[in-house]
T-cell receptor
């Protein structure tokens, strides 16, 4: 079974530039998550999609971050403009159902973003 | 969101059992107890989860206290590949990570 695919693996940009990350979840998984992981911390949930609708984006800095999941499959996360504090690993995860407590999440390897 | 408390770090020798504790005194009746681990340069990986009863799978065992206010992840024979950050998470809908326990395994 193919896992969660993310690209690019690494990205280096200067502050105020824009950047986009792509995620392809496990086939058939209805729920998709984006997490941000700053060095030394646990992952922080940014946004959760159920099919192509947003379930929770309460932690997403909407003045600069945006995310979409067209056709309920692939997803992109964009930062515009980037700040130094956005340097982190951006993780995508997917799960088969609606985010209930007993199901497990599958994570990709992440995109490591460095903002200079 | 219910909180968990874990030691920052633990050490083990290879092939010895490891008991990773987690306190969650504010757990609610609908919270599942999940454990994930994160190996270096990888995304988190599911280990095990449970609600009330102890659970076993090929990776580990989960022992849940009778009052559910604490739990212990048991690795029966640690290997060098088990060196990772282990996260104990209470989950009803969202998966909210803390800072976890960094496990070092020595040969």
């Amino acid at each position: 079974e193919a896992g969660v695919a993310q690209s690019p693996r690494y990205k280096i940009i200067e502050k105020r530039q824009s950047v986009a990350f792509w995620c392809n979840p496990i086939s058939g998984h209805a729920t998709l998550y984006w997490y941000q992981q700053i060095l030394g911390q646990g992952p922080k949930l940014l946004i959760q999609f159920q099919n192509n609708g947003v379930v929770d984006d309460s932690q997403l800095p909407k003045d600069r971050f945006s995310a979409e999941r067209l056709k309920g499959v692939d997803s992109t996360l964009k930062i515009q403009p980037a700040k130094l504090e956005d340097s982190a690993v951006y993780l995508c995860a997917s799960s088969s159902t609606s985010g209930t407590g007993f199901e497990k999440l599958f994570f990709g390897s992440g995109t490591q973003l460095s903002v200079l | 969101d219910a909180k968990t408390t874990q030691p920052n770090s633990m050490e083990s020798n290879e092939e010895e059992p490891v008991h990773l504790p987690c306190n969650h005194s504010t757990i609610s009746g609908t919270d599942y107890i999940h454990w994930y681990r994160q190996l270096p340069s990888q995304g988190p990986e599911y280990v095990i989860h449970g609600l009330t009863s102890n659970v076993n799978n090929r990776m580990a065992s989960l022992a849940i206290a009778e009052d559910r206010k604490s739990s212990t992840l048991i690795l029966h024979r640690a290997t060098l590949r088990d060196a990772a950050v282990y996260y104990c998470i209470l989950r009803y809908d969202k998966l909210i990570f803390g800072t976890g326990t960094r496990l070092q395994v020595f040969p």
